[in-house]
């Protein structure tokens, strides 16, 4: 089991004891650029309340490079791009537990990582989007892009400093 006791309920909650493993992953350059980038968007919002743990979907080949290197938007459009070319993440566990994300091994295990993003101010996204629009009347973007304004399930970023994979969580 994971650590912190909040981690464990999000977890026990979304595969309900069907998973095989968790994972803490500890890389310390990674975390390191998270927390500069979360500092920069607190002190430009001014305001706390910017970070959402969200679920992201991957092939077993992608662990170790995610593991050692963080999410990278350059590999997006492997899945999809509905919303913007960035990297995907979901608020519901199942939806990134789709084997379309989270590929099954040859052992039928399949992955999928419970990361710490950073969503700031967020606008709708849209297909072929590379980074997120201006908010209006500023020369700010917005900092992700969602599916749905009002009720956001699926969040886009398009910086790789922005999220930090906390958990590698292994199920079938």
Known sequence: M???PEVNFIIEEAFK?????????QNKGLMMQYQACKAAMVDRLGRSDIEESLFHGT???TCDNINNFGFNRS????????????????VEADYSAQQKYAQPDAHGVQYMYLAKVLVGDYTKGSQGMKTPPNKPNSNQQYDS???DESKPGIYVIFHDTKSYPEYLIKFQ
């Open 145 to 147: 892009a969602v599916n």
């Open 75 to 90: 590999f997006c459009g492997k899945n999809a791009t509905y919303f913007g070319n960035g990297t995907y993440f979901a």
């Open 17 to 25: 004891n069907n998973f095989s493993s968790i994972h803490r992953i």
């Open 2 to 4: 994971a650590y912190d």
């Open 59 to 61: 092939d077993e080949n």
